[in-house]
């Protein structure tokens, strides 16, 4: 038997020498085995069977079986039973194989297992492309390296390039992070430590506080060392209650770190939290971190369920375990018994180590080969030549090429996106300094709890929101209340930086720094919808700022310090620390600078300050206001009512000084706003050294003209001259809306002087107005009496004519000094009356009479009358130069047209006496005529000729002559020419 095949042996290699050979095969080969039969095919070619411990060599290639045939006419090698192939440092391994001699091909139809230092890899059937270096696995295909685990229905291992492509239900599994990948195609680049999933990918993992967090988009990549993930396009993230979406994300295993970009938004039960950039951290144990980069906002409804950015359905997709979601098998072997693909369910939590897997794939394929080993013996020449060849379906594409169009697909689509993004960014508007949430008003916010800012940072604690940080045009919106489902009132505040604590996540207190400010809106009842400045005179809004505010939101108080500013209908707060309690609706002021609170025109300063915004009434501490030219103060000023104020332990004073020289005092005082302000009992104290006292006394405190005593003016002190003083104290009558009195008087009692006022005034509009002013003086310490009477008066004859006089006449010529008036400076005394009239041409007459006296010599001058005519230019023919020209009655110029002439007339009638007594008078008049041309000659040249005269005559002069006459006059003649 060994010598037959031996022979045999020998004489297969020269034949196989004698054939020509296509170049891939023509490496050497050889096959060796204890026995071996030959026969011939149904088509007369050879078939050489060889029988136990089977060996062939092809060129680097060993493959060793139970048994083998070897056909001649296909030259393609059936290997049987154990059949172990290897090259280099890869083996194979299967129960049963056909070699194709001249492609290098090995195909496994039963289920093969792949073992290379890398790792290993098993698969339901498999094709070994030798010269390509590159397994296609079918069927429930396994692989396996020190990092995780690869699993899909069919592969493609290319060993050049260590790259595996993993189509249909492909999953891979990190055994050191946990993490899952899935999708319906996988490249994984083992040299460049990267994995490519698309086609509904799906991450799986679970954090450090054992949550489990998933990650669907339309293309992912992994790196396995690094642990980093990547999502693109259609991003979304489940982790609990929680969902978000995005563009793209980032995740770092190692660093539990997420980063959501390109339009991302989270929402966590009734939270929404969106941005530019949305980064989550886990620093610890039952700690995370949420930070919101670029146009940061933070919504809270009150809806018990929002809607999420995705549904938990269209987040979690289809059964994991079906052909679109893919899975990984967890104890089952991949198919079930009626052929159907097993349920995978992706949780980590609940995954089989993927290790088991695998090595029941590697069991179930030894099996396979134990079982063709035990159930065949030796087969017969006639069994052997007529057993068909199982083929394996090759299919339309290979793994690798499968993939490679899907990431190709993926790429255009990720292209397209990114275009239209860029056209839409484009397109935006020119940004501005000041956000846009800082320009939308308060009432055009949705119904929610809202933060805004450059940059929001939260914080949560097992699983509950603790505190959020916003830095960077901050922005804050809230409901104090949410009973009855009554939403109308809300706190709106802004600021550098907002510090927002919550209680089991609901909020708790806010806390702004830097350039606070917000209104605070009470309940609208019927006035929904009004505007704000309806509201605020309603009293249902309250502006206020700071620097630094504090909100607590369960007591419903605030707290403005740093220099407080609050608004509430008329009235302006401002005040060093301000608090207000919104649900008794009090506000209290008080520190420094003191509370100073104003409202319209009235302005009330204190030590504190206590106010009831719906009774309007308050308490103010140490309070002191200014009326016209009064000070009121006292120890307590309450305000009453909008137009009320009561104040205890009063005191008013028209002195300046923060310790009065005067004042009047009373134990009760109430001040009706505009209207008047009554006291009992008072008392005058100088020096706070009491001096009279009157029961009760009222004085009117309108702004508008009405008659009243004048209070507010009142004088009262000591001059070092007359000793003690009381001036100013008067009374003012409007009888009519035509005229008014005002009386006065001084006293001075140690000289017993008594000075008196009465002036009136009188406008009757369009017609006349003026005044008349009289000063009456007594002083008994030098018995003198002395009178002062001023006069002025305008009346408006007719549209043409006007009469003014100013007139003052004095008993003594030093009552001014005597009485402090205003005009004691002024040492000279005038009076004139003067009336002018306008006639046609533009002529007009001037009739005024005038005196002036000097009060300290006597010296006089008066002038009784001056008479003034005057006369506008005019042309010698052609009419007045100011008349107009009336179209349709032009004439042809004249050389005298442009030749004008003008008169004046002036006479003066004039008396004087000077420091010596001596008296003259003289009268005079003087007539003015003038001459002017302008005129053309040789074309360039322009002439312009005056002549001026003057006649005057004086009844008497310095020489005594009588009844003098002079004449003067005087021409001239310029010449001009333009030179170009």
């Known amino acids: 038997v060994l010598l037959g095949a031996a022979l045999l042996s020998m004489s297969l290699v020269l034949i196989a020498a004698a054939e020509p050979l296509p170049g891939s095969a023509q490496a050497p080969w050889d096959i060796i085995s204890k026995s071996t039969t030959l026969q011939k095919g149904p088509d007369g070619s050879r078939i050489v069977s ?190 609990e209650t929680m969902t978000a979406t995005a563009g793209r994300a980032h995740f770092y295993r190692a660093e539990d770190r997420a980063v959501l970009t390109e339009s991302p938004e989270m929402v966590d039960g009734a939270t929404a939290i969106r941005g530019d950039r949305i980064e989550m951290l886990s620093p610890g144990p039952g700690r995370r971190t949420v930070k919101v980069f670029g146009a940061a906002v933070v919504a809270n409804t009150f809806l018990e369920d929002r809607p999420g950015p995705v549904s938990a359905d269209e987040l979690d997709g289809p059964d994991p375990g079906g052909p679109a979601a893919g899975g990984v098998d967890g104890d089952a072997p991949g198919n079930a018994a009626d052929g159907s693909r097993v349920s995978r369910d992706p949780l980590p939590a609940q995954d089989a180590d993927a290790r088991v897997k695998l090595r029941k794939s590697r069991d179930r394929v030894q099996a396979a080969i134990d079982l063709v080993k035990d159930a065949a013996g030796a087969p017969t020449g006639a069994d052997t030549a007529s057993t068909a060849v199982p083929e394996i379906p090759e299919g339309a594409e290979t793994a690798a090429a499968v993939v490679e169009g899907a990431l190709a697909e993926a790429d255009s689509a990720a292209a397209a996106s990114d275009s239209a993004a860029a056209d839409s960014t484009a397109s935006d508007s020119t940004a501005t300094d000041v956000p846009a949430w800082l320009q939308v008003p308060s009432d055009q916010l949705p119904t929610e709890n809202l933060l805004f800012g450059d940059e929001i940072t939260l914080y949560f604690v097992d699983n509950e929101l603790d505190q959020v940080v916003v830095v960077g045009h901050g922005r804050s919106k809230f409901f104090p209340s949410e009973e009855d489902g009554v939403l109308s009132e809300w706190n709106d505040v802004v600021g550098d930086t907002l510090y927002v604590w919550f209680t089991e996540s609901d909020l708790d207190s806010v806390h702004v720094a830097g350039n606070g400010a917000g209104e605070y809106r009470f309940p609208a009842d019927g006035l929904a919808g009004a505007s704000v400045d309806v509201l605020r005179s309603n009293g249902k809004l309250v502006d206020y700022e700071a620097p630094v505010i504090r909100y607590m939101r369960t007591s419903e108080t605030m707290h403005l310090e740093g220099g407080a500013k609050v608004l509430y209908k008329t009235m302006n707060l401002t005040s060093g620390t301000i608090d207000f309690d919104a649900a008794r609706e009090i506000m209290t002021a008080s520190g420094n600078p003191p509370p100073v609170l104003i409202d319209r025109e009235d302005e009330i300063h204190g030590a504190a300050m206590n106010y009831h915004l719906p009774s309007g009434k308050g308490e103010i501490v140490q309070g002191k206001t200014r009326f016209e030219a009064g000070y009121y103060s006292g120890k307590d000023i309450w305000k009453l009512g909008e137009e009320e104020l009561g104040v205890d332990h009063a005191i008013y004073t028209t002195c300046d000084h923060d310790d009065p020289h005067y004042h009047f005092s009373c134990r009760h005082m109430k001040i009706y706003l505009d209207d008047k302000m009554v006291a ?32 507010p003016n009142l004088e009262l002190g000591v001059d070092d001259a007359r000793g003690r003083f009381i001036r100013n104290l008067g009374y003012y009558w409007a009888p009519n809306d035509y005229m008014d009195l005002t009386g006065t008087v001084d006293f001075y009692p140690a000289r017993d002087q008594f000075v008196g006022y009465l002036d009136t005034r009188y406008n009757v509009r369009y017609r006349y107005s003026g005044s008349v002013g009289l000063k009456y003086n007594r002083d008994a310490s030098t018995d003198r009496k002395q009178t002062a009477v001023e006069i002025r008066h305008e009346h408006t004859l007719s549209e043409t004519a006007r009469l003014t006089a100013n007139a003052s006449f004095l008993s003594s010529n030093s009552i001014y000094q005597e009485i402090d008036d205003s005009n004691r400076l002024d040492r000279d005394l005038s009076s004139h009356a003067t009336f002018t009239k306008r006639f046609e041409g533009s002529r007009s007459l001037r009739v005024e009479a005038r005196r002036n006296e000097n009060l300290d010599n006597g010296s006089f001058t008066e002038t009784l009358p001056s008479i003034v005519l005057t006369s506008p230019s005019k042309a010698l023919t052609g009419g007045n130069s100011n008349d107009p020209v009336i179209p349709g009655e032009e004439r042809k110029a004249r050389f005298t047209d442009n030749i004008y002439y003008k008169t004046d007339l002036r006479a003066v009638s004039q008396r004087r006496r000077d420091t010596l007594g001596a008296e003259e008078r003289n009268t005079g008049s003087t007539v003015d005529a003038r001459l002017n041309t302008t005129q053309n000659i040789l074309r360039y040249l322009r002439i312009t000729p005056n002549f001026n005269s003057e006649a005057t005559w004086i009844d008497k002069d310095e020489l005594g002559d009588k009844n003098q006459l002079r004449a003067t006059y005087n021409g001239s003649l310029t010449a001009r020419t333009d030179v170009y």
């Open 680 to 711: 009992r009992p008072v008392v005058l104290k100088i020096r706070n050294i009491p001096v009279f006292a009157l029961p009760f006394y009222m004085t009117s405190l309108r702004k508008d003209r009405h008659s009243g005593f004048l209070l």
């Open 50 to 239: 060889f029988i136990d411990d089977v060996t062939i060599k092809h060129g680097e290639l060993i493959a060793t079986a139970d048994r083998a045939r070897y056909l001649e006419a296909s030259r393609r090698a059936i290997l049987d039973g154990h059949v172990v192939m290897w090259q280099d440092s890869t083996i194979v391994r299967g129960p049963y194989t056909y070699y194709e001699r001249n492609t290098g091909v090995a195909r496994f139809p039963y289920g093969v297992v792949i073992e290379r230092q890398s790792g290993t890899a098993v698969a339901d059937q498999g094709i070994w492309r030798k010269e390509e270096n590159r397994f296609e696995l079918r069927g429930d295909a396994s692989a396996a390296d020190t990092t995780g685990t690869l699993d899909a229905q069919a592969m493609t291992y290319d060993m050049n390039q260590e790259i595996f492509y993993a189509v249909g239900d492909a999953r891979m599994v990190d055994d050191v992070t946990g993490v899952v990948v899935e999708g319906q195609n996988i490249k994984y680049d083992r040299a460049e430590a990267q994995a490519v999933v698309t086609g509904e990918p799906i991450a799986v993992f679970t954090d450090d506080d054992g949550y489990d967090i998933r990650v669907r988009s339309e293309k992912m990549i992994y790196d396995p060392l690094t642990k980093e993930a990547t999502a693109e396009r259609n991003v979304r993230v489940r982790r």
